[in-house]
């Protein structure tokens, strides 16, 4: 067991890494829209002051300038060169130890070489480099988003992430665990099943179930007999409580879809990609009916940060969402 553990998401930050939204032939006609829908949330998470500090990492200097131009000084702005904005999945993830914080890279494939983007690959470690924390190197593949984690031990993760051969097919369930115990101090890891559907991240845990105290997961409930992930939830909370977690149910926004080049499809939108800020919580919005009922669930769950919920679809036309597009920086 490693003296290095990842702290909850709710323990203090110091700062925050956003990824901001940097090349058109990626984001098209989504670009501009979602460079907004990421400095809202940016602004929520640094609320006037009270919250953390925002880092907003941009992939060149034009793009660094229409990102200080929307935040103002609600957020640094750096120049670091990546492929695309996930920044949960390929910047470093910072731990704890007796001796103070460390940054752990790992390494990064594009989600099992679905996105092949330069940049992508050592930005976790020129990002590592910047914190001028002591850095730790981890040689198997391995993204933020496929891992929650109470700060007392427990993690939770799916077997059809970290299970997956195209990540790492030589390594098999006890050598993962072995693998989290060593860089981020998981005693105990919770193995769901699969993610949501048409995730194509093989299923991160982070649009599935997320801590919100020890010992306390929440999961989605489905939004009615269409959900196209209501088996998924049932499955999850069955795990979870049989892991001995106490459970709490978060409305579902049930199907949302978007128009594909072969017509409608269904997309892995989910109220648990939120973010948890010193000041703010901040839930992404999809136009669903139940938009309002999940921000007040999550609000009773943080009574003492401001939930508050965005619209996050022009971001998630590339895939994720708040959470995706972040990684926190704890506080010494």
């Known amino acids: 067991m490693t003296d290095y553990r990842q ?31 990421v400095v809202a949330f940016a602004r929520a998470v640094h609320a ?20 200080a131009e929307l ?44 996105y092949e983007l330069p940049g992508d690959e050592s930005i976790g470690a020129r990002l590592a480099a910047r914190t001028g924390h002591p850095v730790r190197t981890r040689d198997w593949i391995f993204e933020g ?34 693998r ?11 193995w769901l099943g699969d993610g949501l559907a048409n995730d194509h991240t093989d299923g991160h845990v982070d649009n599935l179930a997320r801590f919100v105290a020890p010992g306390v997961i929440a999961i989605p409930e489905p939004a009615g007999a269409d959900d196209p992930n209501a088996a998924v939830y049932a499955d999850a909370r069955a795990r979870a409580l049989g892991f001995g977690l106490q459970v709490v149910g978060i409305p579902s926004p049930g199907a949302v879809e978007s128009e594909g080049e072969d017509g409608a ?12 800020g010193n000041a703010a919580v901040v839930v992404p919005l999809y136009g669903a009916p139940n ?17 508050v919920g965005f619209r996050a679809d022009h971001i998630l036309t590339g895939g994720g969402s708040f959470h995706c597009i972040s990684q926190q920086i704890p506080a010494a």
């Not at 990824?19 to 098209?28: T, V």
């Not at 981020?184 to 919770?190: A, F, M, Q, S």
């Not at 499809?265 to 948890?276: G, K, L």
């Not at 938009?291 to 939930?307: N, Q, Y």
């Open 48 to 67: 006037g002051g009270k919250g953390e500090r925002v880092i907003l990492v941009a992939a060149d200097e034009a793009s660094a300038d229409r990102a």
């Open 265 to 276: 499809e269904i997309i892995p939108a989910s109220y648990m990609n939120f973010y948890i």
């Open 145 to 178: 988003g496929a891992i929650d984690v109470d700060g007392a031990g427990i993690g939770v993760t799916t077997e059809q992430c970290l299970l997956n051969p195209n990540r790492n097919p030589d390594l098999d369930r006890a050598a993962i665990e072995a």
């Open 180 to 190: 989290l115990a060593d860089g981020l101090g998981v005693e105990r890891l919770l």
């Open 291 to 307: 938009d309002e009922a999940a921000v007040a669930a999550i609000g009773a769950l943080f009574p003492s940060r401001a939930v």
């Open 71 to 114: 935040a103002g000084d609600a957020a640094q702005v750096i120049v670091e060169p990546f492929g695309d904005i996930w920044l949960r999945d390929s910047a470093p993830i910072i731990v704890r130890g007796r001796d103070g914080l460390a940054a752990t890279d790992f390494g990064f494939n594009w989600w099992g070489g679905k």
């Open 7 to 37: 702290p909850a998401e709710w323990a203090p930050h110091d700062a925050v890494w956003i990824g901001f939204p940097s090349h058109p032939e990626l984001w098209e006609d989504d670009l501009e829209p979602a460079r907004a829908e």
